[in-house]
Nanobody
């Protein structure tokens, strides 16, 4: 099992910034990828960004260079720096992770609310 704990959500005005953090614990095994998904009210959960242990990154098209994902392997922590936030970015953001020994089997955090509104 992998426990993921997110932090850093909140309310921000359009054009503002937030930084999300997520720390993984509870496993003696190496973590493969860590990433972020989001789910807006009435919509399905969608992919935002992912980073591998070697720091290769993948982003959703809607990120448009506004978000940056990074990772501290020593701390098993992933970050999502979100700039130029738009009301359409309002959602619950979920951290995800999978293990090297079981790639593709995602573990999830409890989610953190991000609200963008004036």
């Amino acid at each position: 099992q992998v426990q993921l704990v997110e932090s850093g959500g909140g309310l921000v005005q359009p054009g503002g910034s937030l930084r999300l953090s997520c720390t993984a614990s509870g496993t003696p095994f190496s973590i493969n990828s860590m990433g972020w998904y989001r789910q807006a009210p009435g919509k399905e959960r969608e992919f935002v960004a992912r980073i591998l242990s070697g720091r290769h990154t993948t982003y959703a098209d809607f990120v448009k260079g506004r978000f940056t994902i990074s990772r501290d392997n020593a701390k098993n922590t992933v970050y999502l720096q979100m700039n130029s936030l738009e009301p359409e970015d309002t959602a619950v953001y979920y951290c995800s992770a999978d293990l090297v020994r079981a790639r593709g089997r995602l573990f999830w955090g409890q989610g953190t609310q991000v609200s963008v509104s004036s």
